[in-house]
């Protein structure tokens, strides 16, 4: 499939692909600047991540790319997942706070 030079121009936005196997490389594509750029971006409108066997037959038109994603073997986002926040440890436990008598009101 080729686009003609007044699609192009049409198109905007940014893809980030993560493609695994026997490397991990990411890859950001700008379709508005037209560039390819190796690593990934801050805020993608579309983030990509799958196996770089898949990414070839994908490219080749060999990959039924809605049974890939229905199959977990390719993951489509409209964002990039975010980083988890650090997990937290189990608050210590309040040693007799809560057994602790009230004191009483001296007014």
Known sequence: MKATV?????????????LFGESRSAWTINLKA??????GTK?????????????QAMMMNRLDIERAIKAGRVALRR???????????????LDGVLSRKRLSNPF
């Open 79 to 93: 964002q990039a997942p975010r980083p988890r926040p650090p997990r937290r440890h189990p608050r210590a436990p």
């Open 43 to 55: 805020d993608p409108d579309l983030y990509l991540e799958m196996d770089r066997g898949d990414f």
């Open 34 to 39: 037209g560039t390819v750029t190796q690593g």
């Open 6 to 18: 007044t699609q192009r121009a049409e198109r905007r936005g940014v893809c980030e692909i993560h």
